[in-house]
């Protein structure tokens, strides 16, 4: 192992991950062939009466053909597969920023509450407040069911995001977080630099035993649910999440040395992010993704963005089409800074906005959009 490797405190043993052409009607031979390729079978033989969670990406309430959540067919495969395995299965997330309120409506919606076959369960309700190793939190409320339980299923889905570049195995677990956790999180560390390392603090509580992501069909541009749909035809898994986050860059085509959260989650040891680190069992495809607007503030522009009176003229800025509004008013209940109010539509105050997205993100109809220079200007190709 290299010195930069041994700097990025990666780990000098191969981490291995499945790469499975499929598509949503071949989804049983595919979770076969990623516990074929991962060599699963003894793993899967000692969980008989074990505790397994299987936690899917429920980011609000998006049908399964808008792509912005897991897809349906993956969820249930992985619970029959657990529970032939002799698991006892619950399927959760805490979707959004929205609370155990909106949490049966987004399990419904999304076609998973019906694809949990009777295992899903709104684990919003029992919370537990768990310390934290961070710089910007010392202690966060989680799901106790998560955190308690004897195995892990993270199901996440191949996304850019317009806040931290890629929301895939890592960032999944930003699910953790109960309730006005996530807009505490998002309101202790605003930036994305800050919140990338405050993500890979919160994946510090409890990695994932197991991922199996669905990247069938993906989302480009400003995700991560705002962007455009892009199949991509493959299923991924993995033991290890930093690694499998990894290949989901090589897949996209985006630096992997710019999704702030991978980094450091890399150097804290959870898995590495170098080519030479990782086995690939199967083929990579290059589906070369438009990387969201905020790639350029990654680069020389942030210097421009964060100054004086140039920085003001070229920050973007949410703008609302009422048009598409419906007055659910998602987007005022989840605004972590206080910058949202609703007079017949929602209102943003640009000094008060921390740029989080979180507003961008929840709203069903895609109704805000990025603008000003930098949000005018279209996703870059890398």
């Not at 912005?68 to 992985?78: G, K």
């Not at 889905?157 to 006005?180: C, Q």
């Not at 197991?210 to 069938?216: A, E, I, K, N, R």
């Not at 991924?236 to 991978?262: E, F, I, Q, T």
Request: glycine share 10%.
């Amino acid at each position: 192992m290299s010195e930069e490797h041994k700097a990025r405190g990666e780990s000098a043993k191969p981490q291995r991950v499945a790469v499975v052409e499929s598509d949503y009607g071949r989804m049983e031979s595919a979770v076969a062939a990623v516990v074929e390729r991962l060599d699963l079978g003894s793993w899967l033989g000692g969980l008989r009466g074990k505790k397994v969670f299987i936690k899917p990406n429920m980011i609000g309430l998006f049908e399964p053909e808008r792509h912005a959540c897991t897809h349906p067919t993956l969820v249930r495969e992985m619970v029959r597969l657990f529970r032939a395995a002799g698991a006892e299965v619950t399927v959760g997330d805490n979707c959004g920023v929205g609370g155990y309120g909106l949490n049966e409506r987004v399990a419904r919606k999304t076609g998973i509450l019906e694809a949990a076959e009777g295992a899903y369960a709104n684990v919003a309700t029992d919370t537990v407040s768990a310390k934290l190793q961070s710089r910007y939190l010392d202690s966060i409320v989680v799901s106790r069911a998560m955190l308690s339980a004897d195995v892990l299923v993270s199901l996440p889905k191949l996304k850019t995001h317009g806040l931290t570049v890629i929301t895939g195995a890592v960032k999944n677990m930003f699910g953790l977080v109960s309730g006005a956790g996530k807009s505490r999180s998002h309101a202790a560390a605003p930036t994305a630099q800050h919140f990338g390392r405050l993500l890979a603090d919160i994946f510090s509580l409890r990695p994932p035993d197991l991922t199996v992501m669905d990247g069938v069909v993906g989302m480009e541009g400003n995700g991560p649910t705002a962007g455009r749909i892009k199949p991509v035809g493959i299923v991924l898994g993995s033991r290890n999440a930093v690694a499998l986050d990894a290949v989901v860059c090589r897949v996209m085509g985006a630096p992997v040395d710019k999704v702030r959260h991978l980094k450091r989650a890399s150097k804290l040891g959870h898995g590495p992010i170098a080519d030479e680190l990782i086995e690939v069992a199967g083929k990579v495809p290059e589906a070369r993704f438009k990387l969201p607007t905020s790639i350029l503030s990654l680069t020389a522009v942030n210097a421009i963005v964060n100054s004086g009176f140039f920085g003001r003229l070229a920050r973007s800025k949410l703008w609302l089409n009422e048009k598409k509004c419906q007055g659910c008013r998602l987007c005022v209940e989840g605004c972590p800074s206080g910058a949202m109010s609703f007079e017949k539509v929602p209102r943003v105050a640009d000094d008060q906005c921390i740029r989080c997205l979180c507003c961008f993100e929840l709203c069903p109809e895609s109704a805000w959009e990025l603008r000003g220079l930098i949000g005018r200007m279209r996703g870059r190709r890398f």
